[in-house]
């Protein structure tokens, strides 16, 4: 299997992915709409470091057009879609519910519908830790019930789930959906909370904390994501749901408190009440992945803030 097509190819975690898979020897095309959720000229340099390799190839587009990706599936035959593209963020997503759904649901019907026309029957699909909602057993297994999200986002990546599923009973596809858990790492997108402290508190500027800063979140370094999707793509089979986190959690403080320690800089906290859709906790079962994939994070929260502001200069 080495022709790989993936979905939001010039995103944070496509990009970091296509540049991992180019370097082990696969051929890579992708696509991206280049949307203005963020600056587009972010993408755009990412995209431009993977077009210096021959072995890659990017098409510009959404997977919302469904004759696009015709035209891509007729052309490059892909052994393997990575599906990553989606309208991201838990926030946003109570403010654009239909656009959401659009992106995340529909495009993941569409592509779904394309690979079928082609005869193509093998996909990764990026889902989310969201769609635990606040689950009070923890850490989260695969097998717990997913049927309580309390974000937009987190249900359509729940019905992105629900659709694999289908395409993988009725038609045989191999699918397997892996919830990712707070990814960070160099080039994350601005709006997240990691970069978005890290480059507040580096210039000085005040940053905002929502709730009482005792929420914990599974942070996951992009290095060990993409080393869960690339062991995924060689063992792909049958239909599966697998947590791919660091299985650590740490609360916001303790995170802002990490950050000041690597940047040798004191935080300016601004204390906001709890946001709608903000979940208490996220924490990874990843015993499944470890049994499948021979999965191991390499990234405690210190190493990884490290290695993503090195990287980026602060």
Partial sequence: MKNIFITGVAGFIGSNLAMTMLQQGYTVSGI???????????KRKAAAKLEIYPAFKLFEGDIRDRKTLDQIFESSRPDLIIHLAARAGVRPSIEQPELYYD???????????????????????????????????????????????????????????LLCYTYHHLYKFNIWCLRFFTVYGPGQRPEMAIQQFGNKIASEQPITLFGDGTSRRDYTFVEDIVAGITASAEKLKGYEIINLGNSKTISLIDLVQNIEKVLGKKAKIVWQPKQPGDVEITFADISKAKKLLSYKPDYPVIKGLKKMFEKQGM
Avoid: C, Q, W
């Avoid at 991206?32 to 972010?42: E, K, L, M, R, V």
């Fill in 32 to 42: 991206d709409n280049f949307d203005a959720f963020y600056d587009p000229a972010i």
């Fill in 103 to 161: 992106v995340n649901v529909s495009g993941t019907l569409t592509l779904l519908e394309a690979m079928r026309k082609a005869g193509l029957k093998d996909m990764l699909f990026a889902s989310s830790s969201s769609v635990y909602g606040n689950n009070e057993k923890t850490p989260f297994h695969e097998d717990d019930t997913v049927d309580n999200p309390i974000s937009p986002y987190a249900a359509t990546k729940k019905s992105g789930e």
